[in-house]
């Protein structure tokens, strides 16, 4: 089955789903539409997008015109609506508002995509972030709820390392889950943060 045609079977006519902060839908003629999920009840309202590359463009800015360099930050602007006459189109305009997260919980989903533990991308890492590596179990509980918890829409799906495997994510019929199956930057630049504050710390004259 293609990507698009999986979206289309977990969004029968007449059914809607929340996909981050998005509410997807499809009407009883098939049609699919998406909006920010604060619009709930006023799509009458709402500007038309049409093209998926006018919602990656609407998607690098938050509503004070900040840029968006996390594409799952909760910070994704309102106001706007769009709808397709078919999955793929609609799949690309998803893609264009959460890069490849779709894609994601699909593959990992089907068992076809494991999530990598921190400790393994942390230790893969070269040059300056080369310490990040050496970050402890409580510094990673602290990324995990800082960094990932308050900043991102992401599930976590990846353990700290292999002792500690997480349980599997599961969907919903309400839900497409934005899952993460590995730590981005902003993860690995936090770590590399706290293990030096921690190594300033104890080596302070
Ligand atoms: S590591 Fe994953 S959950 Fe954490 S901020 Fe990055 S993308 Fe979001």
Not at 78 to 84: I, L
Not at 92 to 100: F, Q, R, S
């Amino acid at each position: 089955m293609t990507l698009a045609e999986t979206l289309e079977s977990l969004l029968p006519t007449g059914t809607e789903r929340r996909f981050g902060e998005l509410q997807l839908s499809r009407s009883d003629s098939g049609e699919f539409v998406a909006f920010h999920r604060n619009n709930r009840g006023m799509t009458e309202d709402l500007r038309e997008i049409a093209s998926h590359t006018d919602l990656r463009e609407l998607a690098k800015f938050d509503s004070k015109e900040e840029y968006r360099p996390l594409k799952t930050a909760p910070n994704l602007k309102c106001g706007w609506v769009t709808r397709s006459p078919d999955s793929e189109n609609f799949l690309k305009k998803l893609d264009a508002i959460y890069p490849g997260v779709f894609a994601t919980w699909v593959a990992y989903d089907l068992g076809e995509h494991d999530p990598t533990p921190l400790r393994s991308t942390l230790e893969r890492q070269t040059g300056m972030y080369k310490f990040a590596g050496s970050i402890t179990d409580q510094m990673a509980n602290e990324i995990m709820r800082e960094t990932c918890g308050k900043g991102c829409l992401r599930q976590i799906a990846w353990p700290i390392d292999d002792r500690c495997p997480v349980s599997r994510l599961t969907g919903s019929p309400r839900v497409i889950p934005v899952i993460c199956t590995e730590a981005c930057t902003f993860a690995v630049s936090e770590a590399r943060r706290l293990v030096k504050e921690a190594y300033e710390k104890e080596n302070a004259p």
